[in-house]
């Protein structure tokens, strides 16, 4: 077997270490991780990837090795910097949740470093927030206020990972166990008082006809309805989109059917290779 050749360190950008890991060589793949995880949850991707392709994966401000700065930054400028950094002048880029924002954001505002997106149970820029969405984000507060780190992970793990219509013994405890340490390293981040997260406007909801790459958009059939929903709309405004629903995931599709997901992402990829 051959040896696939790998790299990690950290990039010194918008004013505070990027933490990115390289592994493989071909087309440039970058990897966005979600919201509740970091880019350890790319484990399952990167050797099947990694063979041909050059797989760049990151942690997002505030989560796995990544730092805020002490100032304002934009999320969706820090992948530019990397793959400039790397000196790759286009990736296809697939984003989760929160990264799934991110990587719309970065397409928006740098279309020729795009070549494709792949977007799972994206978040997106302006989107209103579902009910369900709102009531999970205010005892998330509650629990944090309080200092109840276990209790607010605890909350995200049963929200997005068991999703509504399951319990936790109905989950791969594998799954559950990585999220739960994942998260929960998200929360001691310290954040600096100066941090402040630069937003794009007008926002990405408002701008989706603008996105013109091709565009594989994947949810869970376990997810928030408000994900679903949001999906298919993504599906319908985006002019080269199409959707696949995978059964039997929450909103780590990823995590929970990586075989089936990778080989959505391969099928998809192996038609846009440029």
């Given amino acids: 077997m051959v040896e696939l050749r790998s790299e990690s360190g950290f990039l010194d950008v918008q004013g505070a270490p990027l933490y990115y890991a390289v592994t493989g060589q071909g087309q440039p793949l970058l990897l966005i991780h979600a919201g509740i995880a970091d880019s350890r949850m790319w ?104 200092g109840d780190l276990e209790a607010a992970t605890d909350l995200n793990v049963r929200f997005w990972v068991d999703g509504p219509r399951r319990t936790p013994d109905q989950v791969n405890p594998e799954v559950r166990r990585r999220v739960y340490e994942m998260q929960y390293h998200a929360f001691t981040v310290p954040i600096p008082a100066e941090a402040e997260e630069v937003v794009l406007e007008p926002p990405a909801i408002k701008r989706l006809a603008e996105i013109r790459v091709p565009t594989l958009i994947i949810v869970g059939d376990c997810d928030q309805p408000d994900k679903i929903a949001l999906a298919q709309r993504l599906a319908a405004e985006i002019p080269q989109a199409r959707l696949e629903i995978i059964k039997g995931a929450a909103h780590m599709v990823s995590m929970e059917q990586p075989e089936a997901f990778n080989r959505l992402v391969q099928d998809f990829l192996n038609l846009h290779r440029k």
């Fill in 43 to 146: 484990d399952e991707q990167v050797p099947v990837f990694a063979p041909q392709y050059q797989v760049i994966r990151y942690d997002l401000r505030g989560f796995g090795k990544s730092q805020f700065p002490a100032g304002s930054f934009a999320s969706y400028e820090d992948p530019a910097a990397l793959l400039r950094y790397l000196h790759i002048e286009k990736a296809h880029v697939v984003g989760v949740s929160f990264g799934g924002k991110v990587a719309v954001d970065f397409a928006l505002v740098h279309p020729e470093m795009v070549n494709s997106l792949v977007l799972v149970a994206p978040s997106i820029g302006g989107a209103p927030s579902s009910e369900a969405v709102k009531g999970f984000n205010e005892e998330e507060e509650m629990h944090l206020e309080r």
